[in-house]
């Protein structure tokens, strides 16, 4: 049986599926520790419970692969409860305490930007986030300030904003309202929903910002009202999106609701009441379609015994597949070594290795006899630029009674075309 260890900030005894062991060293001692910070609870818990269980997935892959280097792969998972104080804790008892090769975290930008420059960067320790998509890290990645140690397997946030104003303008809304998260994220999704918007026609008519974990969001709610908009945006996450949208009908709002790619959640749904959501829709990120990405489905679906289709869950087996690719390739496991192994394992021409254990074991042998490889993940082909970013195809998706259903997809091409419109 497949196993998630995670330990609260208050305990700290680390434990996994393969036992406690020493600290590695730059040498491969074994096991190899990988370490992840997640909210598995708080506002994003019901979004970070399938985040966590597609990295034990990785890790299970890896591991049944024939592990790395000789080694088995210890997991360690702690909880950032969707804290930035609780995430750089977390990251540091994973650096300082655990000595973890390379970090996985988190899913709000956020909290994954104190752990990215108070712990991940001084101490030259891999980050490779699922879901924290604010502009901050490219402009920092550009500007030297992260050294080189970030990536994401995620597409930044100007994919879901053009998207997402696109698929408004289609469908006629011209006056629209914003309830944004107040982060780098929520303001950044803010700044390019409006360009993409009034420049396809639209009117952003206001924007307010709200702060996390409140028992209510009325006076957010209303003043957002107050312009009786024909759409609301949401920008949030299931725990407090749920209470504002809750409000906002109770309040005789519009149910014309634009929603981020967080809500695309059967725990929004259930929290809010499906009749109330059949006139939403969302956008979420893509995968490019392929056999990979179709074992991965099957895979996550045989673990769990549900669907993969969520915010992060295919990008966070991608992140770490690519941490676990990038140990294989490194000469030894200081963090430098494997930040510039990061981009190894994406070689044109390369031998195309995919997802599941028969792939990575594969790969492994690939790379000891010194053969480029091309890794085709669970999101498709994974390419890191020189900023740490990728790109990606984008969905649409809605509610249909109480299910998620996929409406369409627009292609890489489509958003080429879509970015080169608006920019």
Not at 169 to 174: D, N, Q, V
Not at 229 to 244: E, K, N, R, S, W
Request: hydrophobic fraction near 45%; aromatic fraction near 8%.
């Amino acid at each position: 049986m497949k196993r998630m260890i995670w330990t609260s900030l208050g305990t700290l005894l680390a434990l996994s599926c393969w036992g406690a062991a020493p600290a590695i060293a730059q040498t491969a001692s074994c096991p190899i520790k990988i370490g992840a910070i997640l909210p598995l609870t708080g506002s994003m818990g019901p979004v970070g419970k399938h985040i966590a269980e597609s990295a034990q997935l990785a890790i299970d892959t890896i591991n049944q692969g024939g592990g790395i280097k000789g080694c088995q792969v210890q997991f360690i998972l702690r909880d950032d409860q969707g804290q930035p104080t609780v995430g750089v804790d977390a990251a540091k008892y994973l650096v300082e305490v655990e000595r973890v090769a390379a970090l996985s975290g988190s899913v709000s930008s956020g909290v994954t930007l104190p752990i990215l420059t108070a712990v991940a960067v001084p101490s030259g320790v891999p980050l490779v986030s699922c879901c924290s998509t604010a502009a901050t890290f490219t402009t920092m990645a550009a500007e030297g300030r992260t050294n080189g140690f970030f990536f994401r397997t995620l597409p930044t946030l100007k994919t879901q904003a053009y998207a997402t104003a696109k698929v408004t303008a289609e469908r006629g809304y011209k006056r629209i309202a914003i309830i944004y998260l107040n982060t780098d994220f929520g303001t950044g999704m803010v700044k390019d929903f409006t360009k993409a918007t009034e420049k396809l026609g639209g009117k952003v008519v206001k924007a307010v910002a709200y702060n996390e974990n409140q028992p209510s969001y009325r006076a957010e709610v209303n003043a957002a009202m107050a312009e009786k908009p024909d759409a609301l945006f949401l920008v949030a996450f299931p725990q407090d999106g749920a209470t504002m949208t809750r409000e906002w009908i109770s309040l005789g709002g519009t149910q014309n609701l634009v929603l981020n790619n967080a809500l695309r959640s059967l725990d929004y749904i259930k929290l809010v009441g499906a009749k109330y959501l059949q006139s939403a829709f969302g956008m979420d990120n893509a995968s490019v379609a392929g056999p990979t990405v179709d074992a991965f489905k099957v895979a996550f679906q045989k673990a769990y015994n549900t669907s993969p289709d969520g915010p992060g869950i295919y990008n966070q087996y991608d992140a770490i597949m690519a941490i676990g690719l990038a140990i294989a390739l490194a000469p030894d496991l200081s963090g430098k070594s494997i930040r510039d192994a990061m981009r190894k394992f994406q070689t044109e021409g390369g031998t195309i290795v995919g997802t599941g254990p028969d792939a990575f074991r594969e790969a492994i042998a690939l790379i000891k006899a010194g053969k480029p490889i091309r890794y085709v993940g669970a999101t498709g082909p994974l390419t890191f630029d020189a900023n740490g970013d990728v790109s990606g195809p984008a969905l649409i998706w809605t509610v249909k009674g109480e299910a998620l259903a996929i409406d369409r997809q627009i292609s890489l091409d489509d958003m080429a075309a879509l970015f080169k419109s608006i920019d």
